[in-house]
């Protein structure tokens, strides 16, 4: 996979356009376009990196953006909690290979593990605006 073969190189570079919440030196964080919960967001490296295991300092890099994403969707949203978790190959349902990790705000109404993956109904424009404070 080269950098412009990747569809998250390709956001970072602006090339693809995307929901943009937050982004610091290392990083950029994005509204997942089929969103688990209402403002399941992506933090990703600004650098190619397959998966979170394949380079060991990647975690660590994204580290800062995954606290402040998830306190910033708490504050926002009223979201009460956050699931965050990386996919790193093939079988554990990794789909897009450039390493990313998913901060997935969770709500009182609809709690717990076995409720993570929605269902939900989310209009992205809507939710990036109550975030970000952008008008739509
Ligand atoms: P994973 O299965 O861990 O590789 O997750 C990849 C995630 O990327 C999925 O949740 C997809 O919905 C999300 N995704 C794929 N294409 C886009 C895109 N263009 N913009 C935002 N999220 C995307």
């Given at each position: 996979m080269t950098e412009s073969d990747c569809l998250f190189c390709r956001i970072v570079s602006g090339e693809i356009p995307s929901k943009q919440i937050h982004s610091d030196d290392a990083s950029v964080t994005f509204l997942d376009i089929?969103?688990?919960?209402?403002?399941h967001a992506l933090v990703i490296p600004r650098r190619h990196v397959?998966?979170?295991?394949?380079?060991?300092s990647v975690l660590a890099e994204l580290a800062p953006a995954v606290v402040a994403v998830g306190n910033l969707l708490k504050e926002r949203l009223g979201a009460s909690a956050c699931n965050i978790l990386t996919n790193a190959?093939?079988?554990?349902?990794?789909?897009?290979f450039h390493a990313h990790v998913h901060v997935i705000p969770r709500y009182a109404d609809n709690p717990g593990i076995a409720n993570l993956r929605g269902p939900v109904e989310s209009d992205l424009d809507e939710v990036h605006a109550r975030i970000t404070g952008k008008g739509r």
């Open positions: 089929s969103p688990w919960q209402e403002g397959a998966d979170a295991l394949a380079d060991e190959g093939a079988d554990s349902g990794q789909e897009v």
